[in-house]
């Protein structure tokens, strides 16, 4: 690995400024090893002269001593579902392959205006709709952390943002955007050792983020530090006027303290006993008990806690997920969104062919399913039903994380990420796309149900040499809080991605 591909933004930041480092190579270097990792087919498309352009601007303005903001030089990549001027933006689908946005998604704005030099698109599941990314029209995207990436038995780097995983994981790039609308940037966070960042709804703008599940949706943050995460959230946090669903109280910038001046002593985390679950292997439950143990040490209080209709969190999401892929979907229709048949007998066929070549199977069978659910005879039984419990589950959240007469409330909850390491690659593709969302997705979409922020980060490599990740999760709008709890634990399980990586390159 590059030298300084182990130093922090404020790291290389730092090194820009003193001369030691100059953005312009830092690109050249992760564009070239980009390259050279074609294999993990991490990116969709690299855009070098686009990011060569701005690494020269990038570089000029620190010779001139007048960097525009913290992240000025610093290398990133955003999912292949963030709207991009003069780049195309496909959803990994055929539906959408010839699209070149005329704007930029909101957070892709807010980090080009902070400097940031934007190396490409990365790969993803079809519409973000699985937990793997091997869905796509580019092909699957692979782990890092593979025993073997030229054989069969190569590790799936998680999905839907697997190939912004998968690229902060290989160090080709300090930090990379995914969205979440289940799990998608937690999932493959986990399975690839680095961080992922789910904010409260509504804290980052969704504009210009292709839709899969509007009330779910969040653009998400994927790097190799907390500290990373936290400079990567100020860029691009904050009201929008062009997004409606952000919140409007002006955003104040995170500021973590120092790791020895963290005070667990009047903390209290919650371990839900719902997550406890089936398929739940012995390493991770070994590395959860030994995470609570190291906060109960420093002082914290640990208590079980209960989220009773977790259980039921699974079904429901799916529900809703399928009804609103049903709606936003319908807007491909080969006349004014999306690729277009050359079969023009009328207008009823080229809607439907275009849509049966454009769309793959996993995305056509949530369309139908969705317009199942919402047939006027299903709709109450289905569609608002899953509704009802939705607010249960949100309540579960709320009533933990508030006082009541008799009970203490929580800081923080604490549960796994993943209920395992990374699969294999033969071992995922044995389940159906609904199969494989109902297990990767149990413990990170209920987060998405109640709109509350949650953080995943990796702990320990398992005993087959791969990362190990819990996840913390907490009440709205209480990001300070999270990635302080979380800095600390990162800072005493001290797992650093690069050098884990190397250590097992190396063993093998």
Excluded at 239 to 258: A, C, G, N, V, W
Aim: some cysteine; charged content about 20%; aromatic content about 6%.
């Amino acid at each position: 690995m590059r030298g300084h591909m182990k130093l922090g933004i404020k790291q290389l930041t730092a090194g820009y400024i003193n001369g030691q480092f100059s953005p312009k190579a830092v690109t050249e270097q992760a564009l070239k090893d980009a390259k050279n990792l074609k294999t993990l087919n991490a990116f969709a498309c690299l855009a070098p002269e686009q990011a060569l352009q701005q690494a020269e601007d990038s570089t000029e303005r620190y010779a001139q001593q007048k960097p525009i903001g913290g992240l000025d030089g610093i290398t990133i990549a955003i999912k292949d579902n963030f709207c991009t001027s003069n780049l195309p933006t496909t959803c990994a689908s055929r539906m959408l392959k010839d699209f070149v946005p005329p704007y930029d998604a909101t957070v892709a704005d807010r980090l080009r205006a902070a400097g940031a030099i934007l190396l490409g698109k990365t790969n993803m599941d079809q519409f973000a709709m699985g937990a793997g990314t091997v869905d796509s029209i580019y092909g699957p995207t692979k782990n890092i952390w593979s025993e073997d990436l030229s054989q069969d038995n190569w590790r799936i780097a998680g999905g839907s943002s697997g190939g912004s995983a998968s690229a902060v994981a290989a160090g080709l790039c300090y930090a990379a955007i995914g969205s979440d609308t289940g799990g998608s940037t937690r999932n493959p966070a986990s399975y690839c050792g680095v961080i992922g960042l789910k904010p409260t709804y509504g804290l980052c703008s969704r504009h210009g983020l292709i839709p899969l599940v509007n009330s779910m949706d969040v653009p998400g943050i994927v790097t190799r530090s907390i500290s990373d995460s936290v400079e990567i959230l100020n860029a691009v946090a904050g009201p929008d006027h062009l997004d409606s669903t952000t919140i409007q109280k002006s955003f104040k910038r995170l500021q973590l303290p120092e790791v020895d001046q963290i005070d667990l002593r009047s903390l209290r985390i919650g371990i839900p006993k719902e997550y406890h679950c089936e398929g739940l292997t012995a390493e991770v439950l070994e590395t959860w008990t030994k995470v609570a143990d190291l906060l109960e040490c420093a002082g914290a209080h640990v208590q079980q806690v209960s989220l009773p209709n977790t259980a039921s969190s699974i079904f429901v999401y799916s529900i809703l997920n399928q009804c609103e892929v049903a709606s936003n979907m319908a807007r491909y229709d080969g006349i004014e969104y999306g690729h277009r048949s050359e079969d023009e007998r009328s207008t009823e066929q080229l809607y439907a062919q275009s849509r049966a070549e454009g769309f793959n199977q996993v995305v056509k069978t949530r369309i139908l399913t969705g317009n199942f659910l919402l047939l006027r005879k299903n709709y109450e039984h289905y569609f608002e039903k899953a509704l009802r419990v939705r607010r249960l589950i949100a309540d579960d959240f709320a009533k933990v994380f508030k006082p009541s007469a008799t009970e203490h409330k929580v800081d923080i909850l604490l549960t796994p990420t993943t209920l395992s390491d990374a699969p294999l690659y033969k071992d995922f593709a044995s389940l159906s796309n609904r199969d494989q969302c109902a297990v990767q997705d149990f413990c990170t979409q209920p987060a998405n149900m109640a709109g509350i922020p949650a953080v995943s980060l990796p702990v320990r490599l398992s005993k087959a040499g791969l990362p190990l990740s819990l996840q913390l999760m907490s009440n709205h709008l209480n990001e300070q809080l999270l990635l302080t709890v979380a800095r600390w634990i990162e800072a005493q399980v001290e797992f650093d991605c690069l050098e884990s990586l190397e250590k097992h390159v190396a063993r093998d």
